[in-house]
Each structure stands twice: as C-alpha cells, then as structure tokens.
C-alpha cells in the first residue's frame, strides 16, 4: 500500500518562503496525480495545487503566482514552493495521491505565517 510523508512545515513570517515535500512509498503504478490540500482553523479542506502524470497543473485562485507545485518521478516525491507567504496561508498542509484505484493522503504538515 502506498504511504505518503510531508516535511517542511514550520513557522515563517509574511513575506517569506517554505518549500514543502512529500515522498511516497509503496507500490503505485500507472496515472496519478499528486497535490496539495490545507485546511486552516475554522474552514473545510481546500485545494491548494495539483499535478498531473503528464505535468499539468492546478492552483486555487488565492496562490496562483506565489506557490509552485512540481514532481520528481524518480524520487517519488511533489513538492510545495510557497512564496510571499500571508498569514491566511496558515494551514495544516496534506499530500494527496490519487488514480482510478486509490487515493492516499498524508499526515499533514502545519505550515504557520505570522510575526
């Protein structure tokens, strides 16, 4: 079975950058898509991003032009680049694998913004 693990949450202040990961394990082949989701206090999980098996890319509104979402085949593994991070960006952050026959999430990670 397939297992995801986030790293790179923590504390930054507004302005500022983190970059997280997500490597999978366990065995998964054929089309998938990848992405991020964050749920912050008092809301419903929402979309952050998404990448397709064949590279293509969805963002919510509210980070278009400051996250950037990628994948590594080779290491298994999707990675969050946030930028001009905001303190509405403050959020347990999950990994999401998803085909035809499953859809994994990970653990979270807390991703906070403020000063």
């Not at 394990?25 to 979309?47: C, D, H, N, V």
């Amino acid at each position: 079975q397939v297992q995801l693990v986030e790293s790179g949450g923590g504390l930054v202040q507004p302005g500022g950058s983190l970059r997280l990961s997500c490597a999978a394990s366990g065995s998964i082949f054929g089309i998938y898509t990848m992405g991020w989701y964050r749920q912050a206090p008092g809301k419903q999980r929402e979309l952050v991003a998404t990448t397709s098996n064949g590279g293509r890319t969805n963002y919510a509104d509210s980070v278009k032009g400051r996250f950037t979402i990628s994948r590594d085949n080779a290491k298994r593994t999707v990675y969050l680049q946030m930028n001009s991070l905001k303190p509405e960006d403050t959020a347990v952050y999950y990994c999401n694998l998803e085909n035809t026959y499953v859809e994994v999430w990970g653990q979270g990670t807390l991703v906070t913004v403020s000063s």
